[in-house]
């Protein structure tokens, strides 16, 4: 199937400090990735949607000014948290569709997430 | 926002026991897919099952749809250690440009 990876794989920074996470599309061109949090033993909630060329639609409750998000081609997004605080770290995942006609049709496949840890 | 509930949250047997875990969800769905992810770990996808179908198996895999209730479970057979995990269901409402909605997900540990 098709790969989506994400760097770093774990990253902690000091309180303040802007984190970027980085989402990639291998063989594959991704006009729409998708942002996902976890905290520690919950499931994943659906934070922002990036779409390539345009601004991101965010979820309820997520600031956008706070979590930044850059899809600027096919094949990249950026998550860049802002000015970290301790409540945000957990394990951000990123996700994208292959595109209809692909031979994982409607499969959407994630990457291997990132670990943030903020002190 | 999230489809809905899984249960039970937490279940533990004996390697060598089935595990049935169940899923609830509140909209009309595409497909709905079940995940597993070990501790700390990733998404790995175990199994999709559209909306017309009833029934999927995939190795010790059995995945049962019922659209008229809204819900699914999923059944592991003859478990092992090795699959403690959390599993988690995801509905697909639409198969163009929408995201998985994650259910909450069922803790599973499998003691040898």
């Known amino acids: 199937g098709a790969v989506v990876s994400q760097h770093p794989s774990r990253v902690i920074c000091k309180s303040g400090t802007s984190v970027k996470i980085e989402c990639r599309s291998l063989d594959f061109q991704a006009t729409t990735m998708f942002w996902y949090r976890q905290f520690p033993k919950q499931s994943l909630m659906l934070m922002a949607t990036?779409?390539?060329?345009?601004?991101?639609?965010?979820e309820q409750g997520v600031e956008k000014d706070k979590f930044l998000i850059n899809h600027a081609s096919l094949t990249l997004s950026t998550l860049t948290v802002t000015s970290a605080h301790p409540e945000d770290s957990s394990f951000y995942i990123c996700?994208?569709?292959?595109?209809?006609?692909?031979?994982?049709?409607?499969?959407?496949?994630f990457g291997p997430g990132t670990r943030l840890t903020v002190l | 926002s999230q489809q809905g509930e899984e249960d039970p949250q937490a279940l533990s047997i004996q390697e060598g026991e089935n595990a049935t875990m169940n899923c609830s969800y509140k909209t009309s769905i595409n497909n709905l897919q079940w995940y597993r992810q070990n501790s700390g770990r990733g998404l790995v996808h175990l199994i999709l099952i559209r909306s017309n179908e009833r029934e999927k198996h995939s190795g010790r895999l059995r995945v049962t749809l019922d659209t008229s209730k809204k819900s699914s479970s999923l059944l592991i057979t003859a478990s092992r250690a090795a699959d403690t995990a959390s599993y988690f269901c995801?509905?697909?409402?639409?198969?163009?440009?929408?995201?998985?909605?994650f259910g909450k997900g069922t803790r599973l540990s499998v003691i040898a």
């Open positions: 990036s779409n390539e060329g345009s601004k991101a639609t965010y």
């Open positions: 995801a509905t697909d409402v639409n198969s163009g440009n929408t995201p998985l909605v």
């Open positions: 996700s994208a569709r292959e595109p209809s006609g692909g031979s994982s049709y409607n499969e959407q496949f």
